[in-house]
């Protein structure tokens, strides 16, 4: 089964700066996908960021990039000049190419600081 | 466009009572996906409807079930109610499913709090 970890429950960043979430994962798939989901307190999940796994190149949504290390299967964010819109909780999420389920990891807080 | 909408926002139910949530997808979106929410078990998946038919389901047992109309409207439906049952419901539609080429749009979610 694929399994998805993200092991820092909080973190906090002061505003303008660089921050990276971390995010490990797990399976024996060779077509899947990658995603960092954001959500705020409207309780909307919305998409950030999302990488193939059979591309080598790390995506970037303007202030959003990933470093995706497939051989050790890690998958972080990094958000440059962080904003106090930024601060939400993020999940980390796999999907198999041949499957519509998402399997989410525990979900990491960001707090960003004025 | 409007976006995916789920009702209610918020439901108290009380123990043994049974819950029916309802998802709008975004018009034009066949695939609904229903993933539950606790504090505890994070995001789970409970199950995915395409052109009416469950085409992928979670684990979790029997009392969860769903269903879609021919409008690609779902409902879940949760029968003898538990305490942890209580959660944050989101509904997510994607035009076919069919992998992740596709872009996976969320609602705000039903708060069941089940007393």
């Known amino acids: 089964a694929q399994t998805v970890t993200q092991s820092q429950p909080e973190m906090s960043v002061q505003e303008a700066e660089t921050v990276t979430l971390s995010c490990t994962y797990d399976?024996?798939?060779?077509?899947?996908?990658l995603f960092w989901y954001k959500q705020p307190p409207s309780r909307q999940m919305i998409l950030v960021i999302r990488?193939?796994?059979?591309?080598?190149q790390n995506a970037t949504e303007n202030r959003f990039s990933v470093n995706f290390q497939k051989a050790a299967k890690s998958f972080s964010l990094k958000i440059s000049d962080s904003q106090l819109g930024d601060a939400a909780m993020y999940f980390c999420?796999?999907?198999?190419?041949?499957?519509?389920?998402?399997?989410f990891g525990k979900g990491i807080t960001l707090s960003v600081r004025p | 466009k409007a976006g995916v909408t789920q009702t209610p926002r918020y439901l108290i139910k009380t123990r043994g009572q049974q819950v029916t949530l309802s998802c709008s997808p975004i018009?034009?979106?066949?695939?609904v996906s229903w993933y539950q929410q606790t504090p505890g078990q994070g995001l789970q998946f409970l199950f995915e409807?395409?052109?009416?038919?469950?085409?992928n389901k979670g684990n979790f047992p029997g009392r969860f079930s769903g269903r879609q109309f021919s409008n690609s409207r779902s409902e879940m439906n949760v029968s003898t109610l538990e305490l942890g049952d209580s959660a944050l419901y989101l509904c997510?539609?994607?035009?076919?499913?069919?992998?992740?080429?596709?872009?996976?749009?969320f609602g705000s979610g039903t708060q069941l709090s089940v007393l």
């Open positions: 399976t024996s798939e060779s077509d899947y996908y």
């Open positions: 997510a539609s994607t035009g076919t499913g069919t992998g992740y080429n596709e872009k996976l749009f």
């Open positions: 409807y395409f052109s009416e038919t469950q085409r």
């Open positions: 018009s034009g979106h066949r695939s």
């Open positions: 999420a796999y999907a198999s190419g041949a499957n519509s389920k998402l399997t």
């Open positions: 990488q193939e796994a059979y591309k080598q």
